[in-house]
């Protein structure tokens, strides 16, 4: 009823913007600014929000019901929200003028917004938009590199936030470096600090004194380690390669496509990079059975790898971070095997042995995972990834 109402009320929206502008047309008043800084003025007024929010709702609604009727046509079925919508409409209006008549068709934008929940669609949308950049994404990311920097801004109580603008993928890497000292701080004896608190007080020793001595030994030997996907034969020549008619890029965990000269880069490089070279024959070891509980170093990162992301629908915490759940419970007879492991955040891991909902493995679903709430609705989380499954001989082979 909200996504209907809220169609109506963007129909309604621009209709009052386009009467105003004929109406001032008809009268001789070109001041197309003035008028539509008075339709702005009214809009708020009545609905008691600021001119900035009234001039975001008059913009959604030209978006929409002009130059997108589609999105449109969804939301007053109800197969989108109306925050999908504002993202979908911003994400297009943002990319260069002879893309966007491609993103909703042919890269199925639409689709993916009536599937999945705001925050997953929110960085599927980015995926798609980047690699219909990618021809220029070198080009482009040079162009951004020559801007990084840092910049403090003061806050109240004593207190300043520090920014800094680099490459996303060291961005990440820091984050991710600092939080596993600081988990590893967090569960010494003693220790009273949040997690927040501790992650900001290791980002400060390792900047002014260059060392981590001020931490417990075994804190002082953690690396940054990010996952880099990249095609083998993009690796080899440089260039996308299309893959069941899509181009594929290479891609960071938890970021989204980076130039295929990065990707080289990184592969290239030390070992605090986690490489996965795709390839459609590729075979691999993703079952121990019932010999062990704690899934080898080699599976976790193929199960993590897999899903990209907590597998709790809309979650978006990367499943770097997160612990790997046995879907079916080992003391109930699961196995450690691909087909039985998923990364969950911890909220989502407790919500799911004590919240009242059912998870299973869709069959045949390559690691997507089916919620059943206690309210009895299903939700469907499809991993970002999918693994080839081997059968034996005889029986056939399934792609995941």
């Known amino acids: 009823m909200m996504s209907i109402f809220a169609a109506q009320r963007l129909e309604r929206i621009d209709g009052m913007r386009r009467e105003a502008l004929e109406d001032a047309d008809r009268h001789g008043r070109a001041l197309t600014e003035v008028i539509e800084r008075g339709v702005r003025l009214e809009l708020a007024a009545a609905l008691r929000i600021t001119e900035y929010a009234a ?126 000292i600081a988990k590893t701080i967090t569960v010494c004896e003693g220790e009273t600090r949040t997690l927040d608190q501790v992650r900001a007080d290791v980002v400060c020793d390792l900047l002014i004194d260059a060392v981590s001595d001020a931490h417990p030994p075994e ?61 459609p024959e590729t075979g691999m070891v993703v079952s121990v059975g019932r010999d062990r509980y704690r899934p080898p170093a080699a599976l976790r990162r193929l199960v993590r790898w897999r899903a990209d992301r907590c597998m709790a629908p809309g979650c978006g915490i990367p499943a770097s971070r997160c612990e790997i759940d046995h879907t079916i419970a080992w003391e109930h007879g699961g196995s450690t095997a691909l087909g039985n492991l998923t990364p969950l955040c911890k909220g989502h891991h407790t919500v799911k042995h004590h919240g009242g909902w059912r998870v299973q493995h869709m069959p045949d679903g390559g690691g997507a995972l089916e919620w059943t709430s206690p309210a009895g609705r299903r939700y469907v989380v499809e991993p970002e990834r999918r693994v080839p499954v081997f059968r034996p001989s005889g029986v056939g082979v399934a792609p995941f």
């Open 55 to 180: 001039g975001e709702l008059i913009s959604l609604a030209e978006g929409v019901v002009r130059r997108y009727p589609a999105v449109l046509a969804s939301l007053e079925q109800a197969r989108v929200t109306e925050r999908h919508a504002q993202i979908l409409v911003a994400a297009i209006d943002a990319v260069e003028p002879e893309l966007r008549a491609t993103l909703l068709p042919r890269a199925r934008a639409l689709a993916l917004a009536e599937a999945q929940p705001v925050g997953t669609f929110r960085r599927a949308l980015r995926v798609l938009i980047e690699n219909a950049r990618a021809v220029t994404m070198s080009e482009r990311h040079e162009t951004a590199l020559a801007g990084r920097r840092v910049v403090v801004e003061a806050a109240e109580d004593g207190m300043a936030w520090l920014h800094l603008y680099a490459p996303m993928v060291e961005i990440h890497a820091i984050h991710g470096r600092a939080t596993a």
């Open 219 to 279: 804190a002082r030997g953690i690396r940054a380690t990010v996952a880099v996907t990249v095609p083998a034969l993009a690796l080899l020549t440089g260039d996308e390669v299309d893959l069941a008619g899509g181009a594929a890029w290479a891609v960071v965990e938890g970021i989204g496509p980076i130039p295929s000269d990065r990707a080289r880069e990184l592969c290239g490089g030390a070992d605090d990079w986690m490489r996965v070279l795709t390839h």
